[in-house]
């Protein structure tokens, strides 16, 4: 069923306001952002270009998708506009394309950085620094800087920075600068924070949060405790007479805490925080000492129980529970004097890494180079300068950005910064802006993401076009109302196209009440997700004013797959939950006609990972393991690198017998010993060649070789030419050359593991690339770039992808951001993930961490919590169960039709399970509920919004939620698995036929045949030449012959040998050398053996120097200095070859290869046109083909055709005929500057090459069988 757009998708198209769109999971946010893009460059009445409209995200694979779908939404406009103007509008747009801004938010703040070298004090040619290289020159920096603290001349400095190291220890000092470098964008409010404030200010600030906290908490608290103190003393007056007592300490604690909370901070009939704690303290031992708590907090039920009923005490118990932080916090205060020196010791800290950062920016300065933060820091910096902004303004008409919640503070400070009138400031000139996201979706904390940061834009964007209206910059329509807040911008898309019926109504039971209870400014507001997907069959064919059931009837599924603890303990251990997870998958393959791709199996981290896969191993189940963070490790690289390593350095006898041992070669122990032990030979390459002569004298000798001999052979053979190659070619070709000799790819075919693996060596590929295009070469250093890499343990990623292979995809939840799977898996649901890093940044108090006090009875310094340090980690901690709870959002909400839940549970309770994702889940299933192993399925009512047509429902619905324990069935019948199912041997009865390997096939070759088959087989089946050939041949004298009767071949033959060498004809600045022009066309034509006409000459010159005088041309006249002309490509294509031969390849201001084509023929007429376009598309997919291939990581490929007749709209008659040294004038419209249309450009992306391969290979075989 077609998607039309919903009522808020058309709302958030308009562009005649700022909007922040807050956009549900699957709603379609992507879409609505690239039709907002073609609509602004079709519609807006300023008439903006697509380098005016910037359009950022926050992946690579992002910015590549959004300009994917806005070339195929241009495509698509342009086949169905019926008006010729809108067309030529719209090619016009689709031709800029390649150099529209679209972006991650990195990418754009690079370019401007570039833009403005000056400004920012960067070379323009500064590149970016390797993970390696900024860990080498942040460590040596810190030593550097701590070394010139210590030997300063000044005393002060120098006795600070020993009574830190004394104090904290020096590993903890290092590691607090480090924890500072990377916090890199709020550093510079750190300094701020320490400049203004004293530490009478930090301790002030730190009792008022403890207040604060204190009052919110615990008037609630212990009203409820007074609360339950009654109800027992009415049961049982003499039992509890001591309970009136402390029921009157917390009613007088209440009081006071009220009394604090309308008292001004520095007023004196405030209490001090001491006085108020000991109180709490107090109160607190009194209850504990009547036992009517325990430990953990809960009421005592050998006190309590007889006198309060369960479900009494249960209530009870969610109000004591919360003591546990209020104890803590009071324990804390203990080391309250201690948060002095904690103040002074972080202003230390601070200082210490400023001098830090000058060293590196010096390193930095250099190398030329930046890092990743840099860019957005610098940014920030440029754009402080006015003149900056205004410049950029005059460029930028619009900016949209994408995944909004995935921002922090600085980068929307930068936005700030282009568009101060989001702070209320003015400015020359108009930028809408437009953002994008789901705060439920913010999961990315750990790289410094602040879900806080969108709630602020959309109170900026309500507000500035709140201003905007009432100063009428902005003429709004509709106009804006007050009160409804849609027309202030803020907009919403709540329709997800992706979740079928009951997932959807699943994720908004329990979202809904998790996000329900706001604890902290972290949270967000629940949006309820509004069905679309399946409606149809419910309105259509239920009664809607009934409750529905939507059980078994495909509209999804919910399954809890949970197993017992396992106990190593235990003699006969429970199935595992990776192996029950295994089985249930392969079960339903084989049963619901599921395929492995449709699965997605989640977890919170990798842990675990390394389980599952060897269950799905046992199962032989295929996977693809995403984002796994073993790459430099994983056994194909360490491989890969071995062999390298051995061909930089022979004698490294490590590398080598890695290299034997490999998949590559298959050299068993047991030769690699009796190598070895050869007395010949220094090293054990020169012993290996030793036993390999040995062995090949015995098969001359006509003895026999055993298999491991004979593998020695092949290596040594092997090896040798890759030592021959390896100084000859670059590091990504020898890589190829490894992969290709060693037959690489056939060993590893039908392993569960085969598409990791493959991905797995194309990113090491694609690393070599990246190394070679920062200027080295050589094999050395990449050889010891890899082993450094290793040996600072720096994290690499294994290669992320989603391919068409039919396999299971296993991920972290954060990985599977934007995917989507018809089943998701939430793997390892009990578990929770809690770090706390001993150095907090917190908004109120700068940074915190643990301190050290020595231990009164044994004299040794231990980690202490002072309260600062205890309110940054409850601050965090806040943070982290907010998104904890948006992280089960993700995760749900990947999965189309069916969720798995799998987890492990046992009587006990496990560490970390109450803040797992199985516990958050079942505590919104229902009060109360207890999760029972006899419990097979339970049903759900409950009400699902849901849209069809232009109208929203609200249907009563049931679903069943099914539970399975314990899981281990094992069917017996096949297993369906297209990627490692072996085929019946087959009985060969037929007719032996013949097959011709080894053909080469030219693009012009399968052109040809694609668009004239008698041609074909006239040219390359019977050899025969084509008729232009033949007039080529017959023509000895072109004499006194009008232009339009002069043969194509030869004219063209000649244009394309001069325009050969437009690199030398066409200076720099985009003028003729017309003298060196005529040179080369008397050259071209001397050399054609042909007796030319002046009026062929005169053509041939116009020709040239017309196409030279386009717009096209001069715009990309310094990109053809540089350019490759006349280039031949071959690659190896099944059992044949396949061969290009380009006209120019050229690379553009994006850093894109483009393939250009001359064509001489005549194109006069739109229809002729049209018709040539069509009849070179195959030859052009073939180029790009190529360049695919060449380079996989450029996202967007053009291909243009350059038709040079149309390159003038008139004919320039030269009388007297040209002769050499003559310089001709020519008008403007004589150079044909304002005929633009003498060109086509093709557009393809990465993703077309599945495609492009498949039309290649139907073509090709359909020849082969018109041979045969």
């Not at 007023?267 to 607190?284: C, G, H, L, M, V």
């Not at 995917?819 to 009990?830: M, P, Q």
Request: charged fraction near 30%; include cysteine; glycine fraction near 4%.
């Amino acid at each position: 069923m077609k998607k039309e757009l919903t009522p808020e998708q058309q709302e958030a198209l308009r562009f005649d306001r700022h909007i922040a769109l807050t956009a549900n999971a699957g709603s379609g946010k992507t879409s609505v952002l690239q039709q907002r893009y073609v609509n602004i460059l079709m519609d807006d009445e300023n008439a903006p270009e697509p380098r005016n409209v910037v359009a950022i995200t926050f992946t690579r694979e992002a910015a590549a998708e959004i300009l994917a779908k806005v070339s195929k939404n241009v495509e698509e406009r342009i086949e169905k506009e019926p008006h010729l103007k809108q067309k030529m509008k719209l090619a016009g747009i689709r031709d800029k394309l390649n150099n529209a801004p679209i972006s991650t938010i990195h990418s754009f703040c690079s370019l401007l950085l570039r833009k403005f070298p000056i400004e920012t004090n960067l070379p323009p040619n500064f590149g970016e620094l390797t993970n390696i290289e900024k860990k080498e020159i942040y460590s040596n920096s810190i030593v550097q800087a701590m070394e010139e603290w210590l030997e300063e001349g000044n005393m002060e400095k120098r006795d600070s920075i020993r009574k830190l190291i004394f104090t904290l220890g020096r590993k903890n000092v290092e590691e607090g600068i480090k924890y500072l470098l990377d916090k890199r964008e709020r550093f510079d409010w750190l300094k701020r924070f320490y400049e203004q404030n004293n530490d009478v200010d930090f301790i002030q600030a730190r009792d008022n949060i403890i207040i604060k906290i204190l009052a919110e908490n615990c008037i609630i608290i212990f009203e409820k405790i007074v609360e339950l103190f009654d109800i027992l003393y009415r049961k049982e007056s003499n039992k509890f007479i001591n309970l009136l007592q402390i029921r009157n300490e917390l009613k007088d604690i209440i009081l006071n805490l009220r009394k604090v909370q309308t008292i001004h901070e520095s007023s004196p009939e405030r209490d001090n925080t001491e006085k108020i704690i000991n109180k709490i303290n107090n109160a607190i031992d009194s209850i504990r000492t009547e036992k009517i708590i325990t430990k953990e907090f809960n009421l005592d039920k050998n006190t309590t129980k007889k006198f309060v009923e369960n479900d009494e005490m249960l209530y009870f118990n969610t109000f004591t529970n919360e003591l546990h932080d209020i104890v803590n916090i009071c324990d804390s205060y203990n080391y309250s004097e201690s948060d002095k020196e904690l103040f002074n010791f972080a202003r230390l800290f601070v200082a210490i890494t400023s001098d830090v950062i000058e060293i590196i920016n010096d390193e930095k300065e250099v190398l030329s180079g930046i890092d990743f933060d840099d860019q957005l820091i610098k940014t920030s910096e440029l754009l402080n300068n006015e003149e900056v902004v205004r410049k950029i303004r005059r460029k930028i008409k619009y900016l949209m950005i994408d995944e909004f919640q995935d921002t922090n503070e600085l980068q929307y400070d930068i936005v700030k910064k282009l568009i101060p009138e989001l702070t209320g400031k003015k400015a020359n000139g108009k930028l809408n802006f437009y953002v994008v996201g789901d705060e439920k979706q913010s999961i990315y904390g750990f790289r410094n993401a602040d879900v806080r940061v969108f709630e602020k834009a959309k109170k900026d964007i309500a507000e500035t076009n709140r201003r905007e209206h009432e100063d009428l910059v902005i003429p709004l329509n509709p106009p804006l109302v007050k009160g409804e807040k849609n027309n202030y911008g803020n907009l919403n898309l709540t329709v997800t196209f992706r979740l079928a019926p009951v997932p959807a109504a699943f994720v908004n039971k329990v979202c809904g009440k998790l996000f329900e209870k706001v604890e902290s400014e972290y949270d967000v507001i629940y949006s309820p997700l509004v069905s679309w997907k399946e409606i149809s069959d419910i309105i259509e064919k239920e009664n809607i004013n009934d409750e529905i059931e939507l059980t078994d009837k495909n509209f999804g599924n919910l399954t809890f797959l949970i197993t017992d603890y396992k106990n190593a303990d235990k003699e006969n251990e429970v199935i595992s939950e990776a192996k029950s997870l295994a089985l249930y998958i392969k079960n339903l393959v084989n049963e619901r006609g599921k395929e492995w791709s449709d699965f997605g199996i989640l977890g919170r981290s990798r842990k675990g990972f390394d389980e599952l896969i060897t269950a799905l191993q046992e199962q032989n189940i295929p996977y693809i393991l995403h984002s796994g963070k073993g790459f430099y490790k994983s056994q194909e690289v360490v491989d890969i690198c071995s062999v390298l390593s051995f061909l930089h350095n022979h004698n490294d006898n490590k590398a080598l017998a890695a290299s034997l041992r490999s998949p590559y070669f298959k050299i068993s122990d047991a030769i690699l010993f009796m190598v070895s032990e050869l007395k010949n030979g220094n090293s054990l390459w020169s012993k290996f060649k030793r036993y390999c002569l040995l062995t090949e004298e015995k098969s001359q000798n006509n003895e026999s070789i055993s298999k491991d001999e004979q593998n020695c052979l092949r290596a040594l053979k092997i090896l040798s030419e890759l030592t021959y190659r390896a100084v000859r070619i670059s590091i990504p070709q020898l890589i190829h050359k490894i992969i290709d000799l060693c037959s690489w790819n056939s060993a590893i075919s039908g392993l569960p593991a085969e598409n990791q693996m493959r991905a797995n060596i194309n990113k090491l590929i694609q690393i070599a690339r990246d190394f070679e295009k920062r200027g080295f070469k050589n094999l050395f250093d990449f050889v010891e770039q890899v082993k450094g890499t290793i040996s600072a343990d720096l994290t690499e990623s294994e290669a992320v992808f989603l391919s068409d292979e039919n396999a299971v995809n296993i991920m972290t939840i954060h990985a599977s951001k934007g995917l989507e799977f018809d089943t998701v898996c939430l793997y390892g649901s009990h578990v929770s993930n809690s770090t706390t890093n001993q150095f907090q940044i917190s908004d109120d108090l700068g940074l915190t961490f643990k301190m050290k006090a020595k231990d009164e009875t044994s004299d040794i310094n231990k980690d202490i919590i002072t309260p600062a340090y205890l309110l940054a980690i409850y601050n965090q901690n806040n943070a982290e169960w907010a998104e904890s709870k948006r992280l089960l959002y993700v995760a749900m909400t990947r999965g189309e039709t069916n969720i798995i839940i799998s987890g492990s549970i046992n009587k006990k309770g496990q560490k970390g399970f109450n803040k797992s994702f199985l516990n958050m889940i079942l505590n919104t299933i229902d009060e109360g509920f207890t999760l029972s192993r006899d419990l097979q399925e339970m049903s759900i009512n409950d009400t699902l919004k849901c849209y069809h047509n232009n109208q929203f429902y609200n249907l009563k619905i049931k679903y069943t939620v099914k539970f399975l324990f314990n899981y281990s069935e094992i069917t017996d019948i096949e297993i369906k698995d297209k990627i490692n199912q072996k085929p019946e041997p087959r009985i060969l009865l037929e007719e032996v036929k013949s097959n011709v390997d080894n053909e080469v096939f030219s693009a012009t070759k399968l052109m040809t045949y694609q668009n004239n088959s008698e041609e074909y087989a006239r040219r390359y089946l019977f050899g025969l030449p084509s008729d232009d050939d033949i007039n080529l041949e017959s023509v000895k004298l072109i004499d006194n012959a009008q232009e339009d009767d002069i043969v194509g071949s030869l004219a063209g033959t000649l244009i394309h040998s001069v325009l050969e060498r437009i690199k030398d004809w066409l200076k720099s600045d985009a003028d003729v050398d017309e003298n060196l022009l005529k040179d080369i066309i008397d050259n071209v034509i001397g050399n054609s053996n042909k007796k030319i006409t002046n009026k062929l000459r005169e053509r041939i010159f116009n020709e040239c120097r017309c196409v030279a005088n386009t717009s096209l041309i001069k715009f990309y006249a310094t990109y053809i200095k540089e350019s490759i002309p006349e280039q031949t490509l071959q690659m190896v294509y099944k059992n044949d070859m396949l061969l290009i031969k380009t006209d120019l390849l050229i690379k553009n201001a994006g850093g894109e290869w483009e393939v250009w084509d001359w064509k001489t023929n005549r194109a006069g007429t739109k229809e002729t046109k049209d018709a040539l376009i069509k009849n070179y598309e195959l030859q052009m997919k073939i180029y790009i083909y190529f360049l695919m291939k060449l380079y996989p990581e450029q996202k967007n490929f053009k291909a243009r055709l350059l038709f040079t007749r149309l390159a003038t709209d008139s004919k320039i008659p030269l009388n007297p005929p040209l002769k050499k040294g003559e310089n001709i004038k020519l008008s403007s419209s004589e150079k044909g500057e304002t005929n633009e249309n003498w060109f086509y450009t093709y557009n393809w992306t990465i993703y077309d090459l599945d495609k492009i391969e498949s039309e290649i290979n139907k073509i090709v075989d359909e020849i082969r069988v018109e041979q045969i």
